[in-house]
């Protein structure tokens, strides 16, 4: 074991005790003392083992509320003291500082008392001084110190202690101090980030949760997913997710999360190929599938309804790659689970963030969640001609596929199904032709379809095109400089519109 060190001396001095009772216990067991704090060294005292105050070695009792309790020459010089430096060693031993070889701390819980909704005083006492102190100076003298600085540490230095006891290598010493600096680097992001109160003068994101990935978007790249999946789902069954499984689960969240009927969608390459809102789920897969099922093919389907067996025994007629629902009957689940590949994941009640960021150049872009959805109250109808209620239902159903579609993008819609899509495309009216184009070509009538714009039509052609075709509504955002004479066309061949003011652009 290189450089091997042994611990001596701990101190802990901890808000969550939880999961600490063995490692005091063993610690005790190879004969390490301990130092501690209040409540710590209680907790270590109920167990039967004796423990040192913090406040005998200081000479210092807690003061201010507890806001100064180890910050002191005697604590922090037993951390920092460099045993192989014989001048440190001199200082030490003149000033009475006992060597300290583990500390065991971790911090108050800021991040959860911000999310609770507490007043600012009662957020301000949850920034750790003390203890943020503690870690920072152990992890620097890793090469004498183990730093144990969180909870989520516990486990790797207990199963170290059980392995060989209370003798650490500098390799796992280093290991504890990286994740130590984690640790603190997190937590001053996220008092950071409350300070900044939103206003972005800064990028500061840190997340704790690493997940390395089989590879990235393509075999030859490495991928890594960093956010807690388990909070959001739970996979019951399947593979290992992928990069590109990640991208399409999260364009189905998304636009999943637009509808409130039972709605079921395919997407395939973070676009929906199919998607309906039906008064049961199956009617919603039958109709979703109709849309395109030769794309479906390989797809990721997402529903915000239970799936009963008798939707199972249909949806499992196709190959897919992952399925996403609120939960699932037990007999579907028995169908589903037949193809040991498949990706089935239940869907739990989890807040996403406000914001996205991307990396891009040297640097990183920022932008809130697109979160509007347009509802009637948001239409204003600027043609003569007003749309029906059933095709304003048809507009804003189109509306919310459009808003989660690669730019460029224009769907075809009508009695709340998706006919077809074209997306991602360098002309407006390229888009448009490749949604005809693949709405014939599963016979669909577009007489009475609707058809809805990412954004504005910067001239009249494209209504004109879908106009020939039986489309005689349309949704778009408006605010191009040819939006008189698109609407002119309108007026002369009985086209109802209206426009939104907002733009749904996605990249």
């Not at 301000?124 to 003298?141: M, T, V, W, Y």
């Not at 937590?187 to 206003?199: H, L, P």
């Not at 190929?273 to 997402?302: H, I, M, N, Q, Y």
């Not at 204003?380 to 059933?390: I, M």
Request: charged letters at 25%; a negative charge; glycine letters at 6%.
């Amino acid at each position: 074991m290189s450089e091997a060190k042994r611990i001596k001396t701990a101190l802990v001095s901890v808000y969550h005790k939880e999961g600490l009772d063995e490692i005091i216990t063993k610690l005790h067991e190879e004969g390490v003392e301990f130092l501690s704090t209040g409540g710590t060294r209680q907790f270590i005292e109920s167990l039967g083992f004796p423990c040192k105050a913090v406040e005998d070695l200081t000479t210092y009792p807690s003061i201010l509320g507890g806001r100064v309790k180890t910050l002191h020459p005697k604590v922090f010089g037993g951390i920092l003291c460099r045993r192989g430096l014989e001048q440190d060693m001199q200082q030490i031993e003149k000033y009475e500082i006992p060597e300290i070889d583990l500390v065991i701390v971790d911090l108050y819980p800021f991040e959860a008392t911000v999310a609770s909704g507490a007043e600012e005083q009662a957020i301000i006492e949850k920034i750790d001084i003390g203890g943020i102190s503690l870690i920072r100076a152990a992890a620097k003298n890793f090469n004498d110190v183990v730093i144990i600085a969180s909870q989520a540490q516990y486990k790797p230095f207990r199963d170290m202690l059980l392995e060989h006891g209370a003798t650490t290598s500098r390799e796992e010493r280093r290991w504890f101090a990286k994740e130590a600096f984690a640790v603190s680097s997190h937590y001053d992001s996220a008092i950071f980030n409350y300070f900044d109160g939103g206003e972005g003068s800064a990028f500061r994101c840190a997340v704790e949760e690493q997940k390395q990935l089989r590879y990235g978007e393509n075999p030859h790249q490495k991928g890594y997913f960093y956010g807690n999946l388990d909070a959001m789902f739970d996979q019951i069954h399947g593979k290992e997710i992928s990069y590109n499984n990640l991208l399409d689960i999260n364009a189905a969240v998304d636009l999943i999360d637009e509808f409130d009927e039972v709605t079921f969608a395919i997407l395939k390459h973070n676009n929906a190929c199919g998607l309906a809102s039906r008064p049961t789920v199956l009617e919603a897969w039958k109709d979703a599938l109709a849309g395109d099922p030769v794309s479906a093919f390989g797809g990721v389907l997402v529903t915000n309804a239970v799936i009963d067996k008798e939707t199972a025994e249909e949806i499992n007629k196709l190959f897919f790659e992952v399925i996403i629902a609120p939960d699932y009957d037990v007999d579907a689940l028995e169908i589903l689970g037949q193809k040991k590949n498949r990706i089935i994941l239940v869907r739990k009640e989890a807040k996403l963030p406000k914001k996205q960021f991307r990396s891009l150049l040297n640097g990183v872009l920022v932008q809130e969640r697109d979160l509007d959805v347009e509802t009637t109250a948001d239409l204003k109808q600027v043609t003569e001609k007003a749309p029906t209620e059933a095709e304003i239902e048809d507009m804003l159903f189109a509306n919310k596929i459009v808003k989660n579609s690669k730019s460029n993008a224009i769907v075809l819609a009508k009695n709340k199904q998706l006919l077809a899509s074209g997306v991602g495309q360098t002309s407006r009216v390229d888009a448009l032709k490749q949604a005809i184009e693949k709405a014939k070509s599963f016979e669909f009538d577009l007489n009475g379809a609707v058809m809805a714009s990412d954004a504005f039509f910067p001239f009249p052609d494209c209504v004109e095109i879908a106009d020939k075709e039986g489309v005689k509504a349309v949704i778009q955002p408006g605010g191009s400089v040819k939006d008189d004479l698109t609407f002119q066309y309108c007026n002369e061949h009985g086209v109802a519109m209206v426009i939104t003011g907002i733009r749904h652009f996605k990249h």
